[in-house]
């Protein structure tokens, strides 16, 4: 609900539940009821409109912070009247000027576009109407919350343990998180949800705020002791970074935006229709990479085995990672010079991609376009496109190499259109269907907004040349996983670790946003290759099922029984495939930490995929039943268990009767509210069931 009456800044004065059919009236009585005047304030209510500021007597966090180029400081704040608005059932669009002691300063334009899942979205942009030009250090979203969204989530991480969830009270004072790594990083917010206290998975109302884009950014929540809460987004931009001459135009980052009075999982369910509608990506095949088979260890001789291995499995794409390019031998070098290494590839790739399609599967290929190792030809031809300075004579970098490599200025045209074409270059020659596009350190020299509105347009015309090539956003892992990137690939890297136990918690929070068939997932070896951590091979394979699932692991060398295994998976995957990439999410508030319930939903309820998982050894004999909420509580379903190897390991002297006698049926409302009898299994490990609805 917008007030854009008059020529005031509108205010925006509700989003949340429908509020049905309203008589204007009521709207009008509601917009000029104002508000108390507090002692010690100012002399008139203090309503904060879309851009609320000192002009209107509000105290806050400033949406707006720009100056004439050359200017004093003003002596007045500055002065913003809307000037026009257009809207329709579900967008309105607000034009304004914005002006200062010195005349017309920027024309505005704020968009909120409602979707039909019932996610909001606010855009804006700001063109310089002054003759000097101006300069633009912040133009954000702010949005009202209500008193009652006391408590807060937002997200952290580090490298290989994305999206920890943190929870708090919200407090008096800004709760702001600056990224300023050039891209969201391991340690995004990525979502920040403020909520009434206690709200959980399937209980409480929450309003959630996510930046859609991939360089730096603020966002948070602003609490004021007036009364006034805000969730805020911003892209984060550095004095001068955005100066506009006149006429100019920025376009401010989206902010996505969406309420729930289900909880979380209310969230998920408007998010997950509306980035699949905005991510490009149908196909979903089940993926082999050769990262933790092979490492470096690029042989045509040792390659074809897994070629053939992954063929008998029933793998659908074969990912060639990283290693394959004119002097890569390390992670310490080679990096910008994408051509095939002529001394471990004489024929080039076609050995391998050829025996790769022949066996019927699709050839994927890693790459790393934005960055640039100082030992490569690239930095030897052109040093002034690493965004460093490597002229020191004691052999110092300034910044310090990260990971032994610097970004490459994708802002410069000339290394930009470099890029683009060696890329394109590999695409004619060879069938490739998907790169694996990686990005593996912070970026911390030049202008984070420039280049990474470089990198976008790097990829889109990328895609624009060869549409058929379907791309992952992997960013050591998880550190790019946004909605900016989201409408330009097809697929993202969760997390660098294949640790089935910190999976679980990754993917479980990684999808309160992103829908799980965007969320790469595979199967690693018995001993995972970053913790060191084993994991029985059930647990490694319910966990890869729930995302875009493939295997990480050197098969050749796994036993013919877990070939075995790992070949009814892979059909296990396609079997559910449909259910996998539409179904809708659900999670348990569980009484214990030491579990997690989650499912898949069929859109029409007709079937689902349960997982209990066990994170630690019970806190009590008998554990608590299942609980599924989210079936029709009038239908009756089928439940069994889905084979994926050995059963998990059970201390138990006999399983529920009804898992022994191989499945239940009961209706969708005992499921949700009694629930079902669960074994008694040991810590990291998991039950996958299978309910189909039958009356």
């Known amino acids: 609900m917008l007030d854009t009456r008059g020529t005031a800044v509108p205010r925006l004065l509700h989003w949340g539940p429908d509020l049905g059919a309203v008589e204007p009236e009521s709207l009008t009585a509601l917009a000029d009821a104002g508000a108390a005047i507090a002692p010690s304030s100012p002399d008139s209510p203090v309503l904060p409109s879309i851009f609320a500021s000192p002009a209107e007597g509000f105290s806050g966090f400033p949406a707006l912070v720009v100056r004439r180029a050359g200017a004093p400081f003003g002596r007045l704040p500055l002065r913003i009247r809307q000037t026009a608005v257009t809207a329709d059932d579900t967008s309105v669009s607000v034009q304004l000027e914005c002006a200062d002691d010195h005349g017309a300063l920027l024309a505005l334009a704020w968009r909120a576009v409602l979707s039909a899942e019932g996610v909001l979205t606010i855009g804006m942009d700001a063109r310089s109407l002054a003759p000097e030009g101006v300069e633009l250090h912040r133009l954000a979203a702010a949005v009202p919350v209500p008193a009652r969204a006391a408590e807060l989530l937002d997200f952290t991480g580090l490298w290989a343990g994305e999206r920890r969830p943190q929870r708090g009270a919200v407090r008096d004072g800004l709760h702001l998180r600056e990224q300023r790594r050039g891209r969201p990083g391991h340690d995004a917010p990525y979502l920040t949800v403020v909520g009434t206290p206690g709200f959980g998975f399937r209980s409480g109302e929450v309003w959630a705020l996510h930046h859609a884009f991939s360089g730096n950014s603020t966002t948070g929540v602003e609490a004021l002791p007036t009364g006034h809460r805000r969730l805020l987004a911003a892209e984060l931009l550095e004095p001068g970074e955005i100066v506009l001459g006149p006429g100019e135009v920025y376009t401010a980052p989206d902010a996505i935006l969406a309420w729930s009075d289900r909880g979380l999982d209310g969230l998920s369910e408007r998010f997950h229709p509306f980035v699949r509608a905005l991510s490009p990506a149908t196909h979903r095949p089940v993926v082999l990479n050769t990262w933790e088979a092979v490492y470096f260890d690029h042989e045509l001789e040792r390659l074809l085995p897994l070629v053939d291995a992954a063929a008998d499995l029933g793998i659908e794409r074969f990912v060639l990672d990283d290693g394959w390019f004119h002097g890569r031998t390390d992670d310490r070098r080679a990096l910008g010079d994408w051509t095939v290494d002529p001394e471990r590839w004489p024929a080039g790739l076609h050995p391998l991609v050829d025996a790769v399609v022949a066996r019927g599967m699709e050839f994927g290929l890693w790459v790393e376009p934005e960055m640039v190792s100082p030992d490569s030809r690239l930095a030897r031809e052109h040093p002034d496109w690493m965004l460093a300075d490597v002229s020191d004579q004691a052999g110092a970098h300034h910044p310090p190499t990260w990971r032994f490599q610097h970004t490459l200025d994708l802002t410069i045209p000339a290394a930009r259109a470099h890029v683009?074409?060696?890329?394109?270059?590999?695409?004619?020659?060879?069938?490739?269907?998907?790169?694996?596009?990686?990005?593996?350190?912070?970026?911390?020299?030049?202008?984070?907004?420039?280049?990474?509105?470089?990198?976008?347009?790097?990829?889109?015309?990328?895609?624009?040349?060869?549409?058929?090539?379907?791309?992952?956003?992997?960013?050591?892992?998880?550190?790019?996983?946004?909605?900016?990137?989201?409408?330009?690939?097809?697929?993202?890297?969760?997390?660098?670790?294949?640790?089935?136990?910190?999976?679980?918690?990754?993917?479980?929070?990684?999808?309160?946003?992103?829908?799980?068939?965007?969320?790469?997932?595979?199967?690693?070896?018995?001993?995972?290759?970053?913790?060191?951590?084993?994991?029985?091979?059930?647990?490694?394979?319910?966990?890869?099922?729930?995302?875009?699932?493939?295997?990480?692991?050197?098969?050749?060398?796994?036993?013919?029984?877990d070939r075995d295994v790992l070949r009814d998976w892979v059909a296990t995957v396609k079997r559910f495939r449909e259910l996998l990439t539409t179904g809708t999410t659900v999670r348990t508030d569980e009484p214990t930490d030491d579990r997690y319930v989650h499912a898949l939903v069929s859109p029409g309820a007709d079937e689902a995929l349960i997982a209990l998982v066990t994170l630690a050894t019970a806190a009590v004999a008998v554990p608590a039943p299942l609980r599924l909420p989210g079936l029709d509580p009038n239908r009756r379903y089928r439940i069994e268990p889905v084979a994926l190897g050995a059963a998990p390991h059970a201390v138990q002297d006999a399983p529920p009767a009804w898992l022994a006698a191989g499945g239940i049926t009961v209706s969708g409302a005992l499921l949700a509210e009694l629930g079902l009898p669960v074994p008694l299994l040991g810590p990291e490990q998991a039950l996958v069931l299978h309910a189909v609805a039958v009356g």
């Open 420 to 561: 683009l074409e060696a890329l394109c270059a590999l695409l004619d020659e060879y069938p490739i269907a998907f790169l694996k596009w990686d990005h593996n350190r912070d970026q911390h020299a030049g202008s984070a907004a420039a280049h990474t509105r470089a990198v976008y347009a790097l990829i889109d015309e990328l895609r624009a040349r060869h549409p058929q090539v379907a791309i992952e956003s992997c960013a050591s892992g998880g550190a790019r996983v946004d909605l900016g990137i989201a409408r330009r690939v097809h697929r993202f890297w969760t997390s660098d670790t294949n640790d089935a136990l910190d999976r679980q918690r990754i993917q479980r929070y990684s999808a309160l946003l992103m829908p799980p068939e965007l969320l790469g997932g595979h199967v690693g070896a018995p001993r995972a290759h970053i913790t060191g951590r084993r994991h029985d091979l059930s647990f490694r394979l319910a966990t890869a099922l729930f995302g875009s699932a493939g295997i990480e692991w050197d098969v050749t060398a796994a036993s013919d029984d």
